[in-house]
């Protein structure tokens, strides 16, 4: 028996937007959820002053700019957080929307920039517990 997969994890953010690997999944329904959603708390990003624009005229953080982002991209986006503050932060992104001005302005932001790379030999070492 075949079952066709129902999401695919990647890291994906506004700098590495992995356009080549959503349009691959299209066809299928597949949706994408973005792991290491906000860069892995990558300082440019969470600085960038493109995204402190949009998040300065909707009164929101850099963080919830980019989350709300990703949910109008269409993404699964689940942030790591323990902090409670950020938790609320976090979840505190359905009261407003991206323009669609805004949102392509954010696909503009697309570097092409993975903060996780691994090659394949690392992996391997890592699922056997020989980092």
Not at 22 to 49: A, F, M, Q, T
């Amino acid at each position: 028996m075949k079952i066709k997969p129902v999401a695919l994890q990647i890291e994906c953010h506004p700098y590495a937007q992995r356009n080549d690997i959503r349009e691959w999944v299209k066809p299928y329904n597949i949706i994408i959820e973005c792991w290491y959603p906000l860069g892995h708390g990558d300082k440019g990003l969470l600085s960038d002053p493109v995204i402190k624009t949009i998040a300065d005229a909707h009164g929101k953080s850099i963080a919830q700019i980019i989350l709300r982002w990703h949910i109008q991209e269409g993404f699964s986006v689940i942030p790591g957080a323990t902090n409670p503050a950020h938790i609320r932060e976090n979840i505190s992104i359905f009261d407003f929307a991206l323009s669609d001005e805004e949102m392509a302005t954010m696909r503009l932001l697309n570097k092409d920039k993975r903060f996780f790379n691994m090659s394949i030999e690392q992996l391997d070492r890592m699922a056997a517990g020989r980092f």
